[in-house]
């Protein structure tokens, strides 16, 4: 069974710009979760789909949103880059049928840069 | 657990010796932890989980402690091997499937 795969591996934007980054979880997995990783902070979470329905959020600006469509893909968009934005953005995917304590299997993360 | 940034901890180790990196989690509500291996340049792999009315787990050359008590978790790693070099973080489920991450551990294996 394939992974999750995340499109595009690396991006460089500049300050303002904004940002689309992809995510197709492991075939039969429903929720998709998304993470920030920087040196600074480690690893935190952004929010979590499930059937085309944000399920949870995290503590992160409204710049950061996302969404999900009917076949589980995902997406993240980041509007009006800031310098800070630069991490590596990491997808997972679990099968969401419990809605928690579920194993999330992660992707090789979309490495941003902001310039 | 709290980030720690940049300066990770870092665990050396002899190829062939156990290997034990602790965690310290920070809610008591939490019900389950994981522990996922991350390599430079690539996402966090699972390693392996456990549930809140457990206080062992065994796979294969891993074990995870935990103690409620005192809010620790612990990874054993039997027969450390160089292909275990790796950060290794933990992290607890306590809300629907947010995961809360600890800072991280690197893990050096010498042969």
């Known amino acids: 069974k394939a992974g999750v795969t995340q499109t595009p591996r690396y991006l460089i934007k500049t300050r303002g710009q904004q940002v689309t980054l992809s995510c197709s979880p492991i075939?039969?997995?429903?929720?998709v979760s998304w993470y920030q990783q920087t040196p600074g902070q480690g690893l935190q979470f952004l929010f979590e789909y499930f059937s085309e329905t944000q399920r949870n959020k995290g503590n992160f600006p409204g710049r950061f949103s996302g969404r999900q469509f009917s076949n589980s893909r995902s997406e993240m968009n980041v509007s009006t880059l800031e310098l800070g934005d630069s991490a590596l953005y990491l997808c997972a995917s679990s099968t969401g049928t419990s809605g928690f304590q579920e194993t999330q299997y992660f992707g090789p993360g979309t490495r941003l840069l902001v310039l | 657990g709290e980030s720690v940034g940049l300066h990770l901890p870092t665990l050396s180790v002899q190829e062939g010796d156990n290997s034990i990196i602790n965690c310290a989690y920070s809610n008591s509500a939490s019900d389950y932890f994981i522990w996922y291996k991350q390599e430079s340049g690539k996402g966090p792999q699972f390693i392996i989980d456990?549930?809140?009315?457990?206080d062992k787990r065994q796979g294969q050359r891993v074990t995870v402690l935990l103690n409620k008590t005192v809010k620790h978790l612990s990874l054993q790693i039997a027969a450390t091997q160089p292909g275990d070099s790796a950060v290794y973080f933990c992290?607890?489920?306590?809300?629907?499937?947010?995961?809360?991450f600890g800072g991280g551990t690197r893990l050096m294996v010498k042969p």
């Open positions: 992290a607890e489920n306590n809300a629907g499937n947010m995961l809360t």
């Open positions: 456990i549930r809140s009315n457990m």
């Open positions: 075939s039969g997995h429903r929720s």
